[in-house]
């Protein structure tokens, strides 16, 4: 994942912002750069591959200057060369920037027709051709930035410098973190606090909309209106821990509030974000000749292969074998050469995952391991290996590697399809399309209803049992929804395809029972409903997770609706996983139980 760093000094900046990037590394990133502006001039080093390669070339051409910004990108568009590596520089503006500029498209048409010439393939080049712009038409820098965020759409931190302005840095956010550092009259900006604890532990952390301008002793903060709003200051422990939690109350939270960004990453690593297509790394298996699938893990990464399950059977029409890793090792599944076999895990080390992963390699299949560890046992054992590129995970209750899991699945499924001639071209961009949008998508959803989730965790916090309805994809999260409550609560909660209410489940409804309805207006949503209301008429208390078309056509009583955008069929299990992790995680919170640890779980399970 990209990482960001700015310094408003008052000596040297250019090592101090390398030695920053170098706390950022845990996030991932292919190329590196640093800028700094000297007397006027903007100086600039870039370089392919790790930091060591930046400062060699630092070490043979020094950069001075005492202001400065520097960047570890993870490629989103275009490849990872020193051409595509930040900052940017256009006519005296320097640019970093971390997340997706969704229209930049449709903005670069329009600056090249209007005579600007592009040196990159990147997205980001958009926001610094744009402030170029602005500027020569005799805006200021305060005026050029907002008139630019006034344009732009997506999910996105920028951090931007001026050559005619010697004193100043400017940052904006809309859902990848920044955070401000106040130093002895220096002011910093970095990605996270793990990048600035070399310099200071008082920390502003910018929340989304918010636009930065940073003085050496001075910031600004306003909304993209230009209106002024205040950030608290805190005590940062970035320098006592490996991983921040920043202004959230647990590592569960932050990472719930991560996913627009590493969702960005994931995707971006898989799918042409620029020309909607499915890149070869979506193709190390060759799905055209194989007869069948099989599908392997525990826990949430097996709900994960459910839902993949329906996409390689639905848009590849690929027939998907799928069990936990505990029976599937164990059940004497016959296998034979002309299928492939994914395994899901997030650490890479679970002990059932990579045993079931033997059994089908001795079988003679091909092997793809989706794994967050790309060094794990799991990865170096496997022939193709798919990273989720989630970044680290604290909370024991997995929230952002289920859904890069998800995001990976996805475009595994349509590279299946592809390969396969199930899907053709304008299919496959249609698809690819809806999913460049969920990072915006996620972002506006997660602070949309939050405040609702957090009010309606008091009530559920009262029930000792608990009902997940579900169809199609969202059966699978009707399980992710009990098992997150049940791990981080101890409320006991179950999950059931809807349809299976009459077949025993019934049994249970009383107005003691909240019964949670996972149902987007989608080809099952009128059979969801019936059952709905067969809960209704039992004196059940409904919660009802659906979108605007959801909404509006049911007309049942509930206990509580939450209301989503109305999205594509094949991005609606990662939105819509949003309100059952924040419903979970609150309702925890609420009840005063250990969030990120707990009783009697563990992150990893390498013992069988």
């Excluded at 990159?120 to 305060?142: F, H, I, M, N």
Aim: net charge negative; proline share 5%.
């Amino acid at each position: 994942m990209c990482g960001i760093v700015g310094i408003v000094g008052d000596h040297p900046v250019a090592e101090r912002l390398v030695d920053a990037l170098k706390r950022l590394e845990y996030r991932g990133y292919d190329s590196a750069g640093v800028a700094t502006l000297d007397d006027g001039v903007m100086g600039r080093r870039r370089a392919e591959g790790k930091l060591f390669n930046l400062e060699t070339r630092l070490a043979k051409q020094p950069l001075p200057g005492t202001i400065g910004i520097a960047h570890t990108r993870w490629a989103t568009h275009g490849v990872p060369n020193e051409a595509n590596a930040h900052p940017h520089f256009v006519d005296g503006v320097a640019v970093v920037h971390n997340g997706i500029i969704e229209n930049f498209s449709e903005l670069r048409d329009e600056l090249v027709a209007d005579g600007a010439t592009f040196s990159s393939q990147t997205d980001t080049e958009v926001v610094a051709q744009l402030l170029a712009r602005y500027r020569r038409q005799g805006l200021g820098p305060k005026e050029a930035m907002l008139e630019m965020l006034s344009r732009i759409t997506g999910a996105y931190a920028l951090l931007v410098m001026f050559a005619d302005d010697p004193t100043e840095l400017f940052a904006a956010r809309f859902g990848p973190p920044l955070a401000i550092g106040h130093g002895k009259g220096e002011m910093f900006l970095g990605s996270d606090a793990i990048a600035l604890s070399p310099f200071t532990n008082q920390i502003t952390y910018l929340v989304d909309g918010d636009f930065a301008i940073l003085g050496q002793k001075t910031v600004a903060i306003m909304d993209f209106t230009g209106k002024p709003v205040k950030r608290p200051r805190q005590i940062s422990q970035g320098s006592a821990y490996l991983v921040d939690k920043g202004n959230h109350r647990h590592f569960m939270e932050k990472e719930i509030y991560e996913q627009p960004e590493v969702m960005s990453h994931a995707l971006s690593h898989y799918v042409d974000l620029a020309d909607h297509v499915v890149k070869a790394e979506a193709m190390a298996i060759d799905f055209k000749p194989l007869r069948g699938l099989a599908i392997s893990a525990c826990g949430t990464a097996f709900l994960a292969g459910l839902i993949g399950k329906y996409w390689f059977e639905r848009y590849a029409r690929l027939p998907v074998e799928i069990d936990v890793a505990s029976e599937f090792r164990y059940r004497e599944m016959p296998l034979s050469p002309d299928q492939a076999a994914l395994f899901i895990s997030q650490s890479g080390e679970t002990a059932d995952t990579l045993a079931s992963l033997r059994y089908c390699k001795d079988a003679g299949l091909k092997i793809g391991a989706i794994v967050n560890a790309r060094e794990s046992t799991i990865a170096r054992e496997a022939d193709a290996v798919f990273p989720i590129l989630a970044g680290p995970e604290i909370g024991v209750a997995s929230t952002k590697a289920f859904t890069c899991q998800l995001a990976v699945l996805a475009s595994l499924a349509i590279a299946a399809g592809k390969a396969r001639g199930v899907i053709n071209d304008e299919e496959e961009k249609e698809l690819v399309r809806h999913l460049a949008e969920l990072p915006r998508i996620m972002s506006h959803v997660v602070n949309l209803i939050q405040p609702q989730m957090e009010s309606l965790s008091r009530d559920l916090s009262k029930f000792k049992d608990v009902l997940y309805l579900g169809r199609g994809t969202s059966y699978p999260l009707a399980l992710e929804g009990a098992l997150k409550l049940k791990e981080i609560s101890y409320i006991h909660a179950e999950g059931y395809a809807a349809g299976e209410l009459k077949h025993g489940p019934i049994a249970l409804i009383d107005e003691n029972m909240p019964v949670i309805v996972i149902a987007p207006y989608d080809r099952f949503f009128e059979k969801t409903v019936s059952n709905m209301q067969e809960v209704a008429a039992r004196g059940g208390r409904i919660i009802f997770v659906t979108d605007a078309k959801g909404a509006a056509a049911s007309k049942l009583e509930t206990m509580a609706t939450i209301v989503l955008p109305d999205v594509a069929e094949i991005i609606a299990p990662m939105v819509f996983s949003l309100p059952i992790q924040l419903l979970a995680y609150h309702t925890a919170v609420f009840m005063g139980t250990d969030v990120d640890q707990p009783r009697n779980l563990a992150k990893s399970v390498t013992v069988e």
